[in-house]
């Protein structure tokens, strides 16, 4: 019964700021790697950012390379997505997820969130 749960989505001007957060209650192992997804109607599941809190890595998708940041959140099994210059384009339901190790391809993560909606509006 492990699931991520996502926090921080809402509706935001082209050019604001969002902060989102994701905490994984239960996690069961000692090492973790969260992976930001998003989703839309039109595309399918794309990589946003990758971080494993464990070492620092930080691996971002091309379509927020530059506009998003991860960091570790307070607690222990979490972490914040900090999105800037944010686009009409951006706007679609964000999922975290959690796995032992990072993968780059959404099929590598085990533990998936419900996700949370972001709205962008010109």
């Known amino acids: 019964q492990v699931q991520p749960v996502e926090s921080g989505g809402g509706s935001v001007q082209a050019g604001g700021s969002l902060r989102l957060s994701c905490e994984v209650p239960n996690y069961p192992y000692s090492r973790i790697c969260f992976g930001w997804f998003r989703q839309t109607a039109a595309k399918q599941r794309e990589m946003v950012a990758l971080?494993?809190?464990?070492?620092?890595?930080?691996l971002y998708g091309d379509s927020m390379k530059g506009r998003c940041f991860v960091s570790q959140g307070i607690a222990k099994f979490t972490v914040d997505l900090q999105m800037n210059s944010l686009k009409v384009e951006d706007t679609a339901t964000y999922l975290c997820?959690?796995?032992?190790?990072?993968?780059?391809?959404?099929?590598?993560?085990?533990?998936w969130g419900h996700g949370t909606q972001v709205t962008v509006s010109s």
């Open positions: 971080f494993s809190p464990d070492d620092g890595y930080q």
């Open positions: 997820a959690a796995a032992p190790a990072c993968s780059i391809t959404w099929e590598g993560f085990v533990f």
